[in-house]
């Protein structure tokens, strides 16, 4: 299986790699890609640049530094991934890569950053509407429920001897 999963400094964004980490260790055998999408330049970058290849450049960087904490995240974990800086309109270009891999799914963070976490962002939205292959989309874990879950796993490791 191929798994596309956008990264874009969020941390609901990392949250996404932690999810797909969490699969693979309960058995899912995928591979993935990373993609990070920037904002075309603007026409006023563009005048006071003058310079398309510096443009290209400088979004690319930006791109692989968002993306490299993901990449730590899965090497560290031994899943095997490859990684992707594209410009564009995030929806339609999310879609193009999952396109392009041949990608059996999209797993994405609930929404980017400043989006309020009681709904969707834009872009999940659009991918959710427009995307040829399944997608999951990641909600903010609720710090009082991971902490309960936590807490189940405990007792019941240590009631069937399974504890540390």
């Known amino acids: 299986m191929k798994i596309l999963l956008p990264v874009d400094g969020s941390p ?10 969490r699969l693979a260790r ?6 993935i890609v990373l993609v990070n999408v920037q904002e075309p330049s603007s026409l006023y ?3 006071v640049l003058h310079d398309a290849d ?22 560290e974990a031994g899943i095997e991934h490859d990684s992707e800086v594209v410009t564009g309109d ?5 879609i193009d890569v999952a396109e392009r ?20 962002g834009s872009v999940a939205q659009s991918v959710l509407r427009h995307s040829p292959v399944a997608v999951m989309v990641v909600r903010p874990v609720d ?17 069937t001897g399974a504890g540390t």
Request: hydrophobic letters at 45%.
């Open 45 to 47: 970058e563009v005048m």
């Open 12 to 21: 609901l964004s990392m949250e996404a790699v932690h999810h797909v980490i």
């Open 54 to 75: 510096a443009l290209q450049r400088m979004a690319r960087e930006a791109g692989e530094d968002l993306i490299a904490p993901a990449e730590r995240l899965l090497t």
């Open 143 to 159: 710090e009082e429920v991971a902490a309960a879950q936590e807490a189940g796993n405990e007792s019941l490791d240590s009631s």
């Open 26 to 31: 309960d058995g899912l055998r995928a591979s």
């Open 101 to 120: 891999y041949q990608c059996n799914a999209i797993i994405l963070g609930a929404h980017g950053e400043g989006e309020s976490s009681s709904a969707l």
């Open 90 to 94: 995030p929806a339609h270009a999310l």
